[in-house]
């Protein structure tokens, strides 16, 4: 089962940051938070993961709590190519490489 | 260079008729991953690879499932006595390896099973 919660939905005007948070309570020490997003009729695609620092690259930033329970993915100028379902992964490298999607959030963003 | 290729992109079968989804990762790729996403449902992971073994099968709903590779490069998921429940997008990716886990995933076979 999924390790984390996340909103089903929420929207975001063009050009606005999209502040998409995910909640992973139980998460264990060793334990990475991934994100992933799928926009439509495409596979996923991986967009940045996190331990217990921030982090930045040319796509989004990764703010993690520094209790590590949560997390808030970051798109600094959401674009209309940003609509997607964006799914956030608390991955443990014990598991093989296993990638266990939760529901995600479906992020729409409006002109 | 070129991503994950999959093949076909669309297939239409009939109940209990077998069926083969074939998957070329990245180039000099070790990792191989195979998952399926139904309908209105989440990603679900199915069989994973590192070079041409399999150490987790865990995901395989059933024993009508099984996928092979070869030359630690193209992977082929067999479906056999396809059932309609079997209906769905089928999605493989691949990493440098296993513990690098950025996965980079094909656009799918749609796989309808009437």
């Known amino acids: 089962d999924a390790k984390t919660t996340q909103p089903p939905s929420m929207d975001c005007a063009e050009g606005r940051a999209a502040n998409l948070p995910c909640n992973h309570s139980t998460i264990s020490g060793n334990e990475y938070v991934y994100w992933y997003r799928q926009i439509h009729s495409q596979g996923p695609q991986y967009i940045i993961h996190g331990l217990k620092n921030n982090e930045t690259n040319e796509m989004a930033s990764l703010i993690i709590t520094e209790d590590r329970k949560s997390s808030t993915l970051i798109l600094p100028h959401a674009t209309l190519r940003d609509t997607a379902v964006y799914y956030c992964?608390?991955?443990?490298?014990?598991?093989?490489?296993?990638?266990?999607f939760g529901q995600g959030t479906e992020l729409s963003v409006k002109p | 260079g070129a991503g994950v290729s999959q093949s076909p992109s669309n297939k239409v079968t009939e109940k209990g008729k077998d069926v083969e989804l074939r998957c070329d990762p990245i180039?000099?790729?070790?990792?191989l991953y195979w998952y399926r996403q139904s309908l209105g449902q989440g990603l679900e992971f199915l069989i994973y690879f590192q070079g041409n073994s399999a150490p987790d099968k865990s995901g395989l709903p059933s024993d009508r499932f099984s996928a092979e590779r070869t030359g630690g490069s193209v992977s082929t998921l067999t479906i056999q006595r396809t059932q309609q429940e079997d209906s769905a997008v089928y999605l493989c990716?691949?990493?440098?390896?296993?513990?690098?886990?950025?996965?980079?995933f094909g656009p799918g076979t749609r796989l309808t099973v009437l």
């Open positions: 990716a691949s990493s440098l390896r296993q513990d690098y886990n950025e996965q980079f």
């Open positions: 180039s000099g790729h070790t990792a």
């Open positions: 992964i608390v991955y443990n490298y014990n598991q093989g490489g296993k990638l266990i």
